[in-house]
Structures are given as structure tokens and as C-alpha cells.
């Protein structure tokens, strides 16, 4: 029950900067960042595509769909941050380098 409630706490806090950077971004980039009931929706126009991110509470991930590719990164408390351990990326690093190879320019988050 100890590690549900930190699993929650890390990936709310994690969903909220994500977002907040995502909505800053949103000003300068072609997409729109929504969040509605703890998932994490990201808009394109041109292409046309969406992207999906989500904690998912039974195995303690959070999941990032993008680009027709899945995503699922473990909480690592060295880094205090959620990573894919395939990649090494922190989810802040991987949906930016998504958003980058989506619109066709580097994004920054």
C-alpha cells in the first residue's frame, strides 16, 4: 500500500511538470498538451498525430504512447525521476525527443 501511494505521488508530480512544461512549450510549437483524468494528451495538427501519456498504478509505469511506439518508464530514485531503462531517457527527455521528430525541430522541455 507504502509503494502505491509514492508510486501516485511520483507520477502526479511527474504528469503536472510534464504538462506545465508542455502548456510553456505550447506557446512557441505546433501542439496542444491536455490533462484530463491523469492522462496526458498531446495534440498535433501537421502531421496529424497524438500522443498519450499515462501512470499506470497496477505495475507502477508510466506509459508513453507516441509516434505508433510504447513506452514504459520505472520510477528511479537516484534520478528522482521516471526512466526508460531501454533508452536511458528521463520521461521529460523522451517526450521532448518525440515532440522534436513529430513537428520536424528540437524541442526543449
Known sequence: M???????HHA??????????????ADDYPFDPELESGALKIDFDDPPAKFVVS???AVEQIWVSALS?????????????????ESGLTLMELVSAHISKQIGEEVSL
Open 2 to 8: 507504502k509503494e502505491q501511494l509514492e508510486f501516485k
Open 12 to 25: 502526479d508530480e511527474a504528469m503536472e511538470r510534464l504538462y506545465r512544461a508542455l502548456c510553456d512549450a
Open 55 to 57: 501512470p499506470n498504478s
Open 69 to 85: 511506439k510504447s513506452f514504459k518508464l520505472d520510477w528511479d530514485p537516484v534520478e528522482g525521476s521516471f526512466i526508460h531503462s
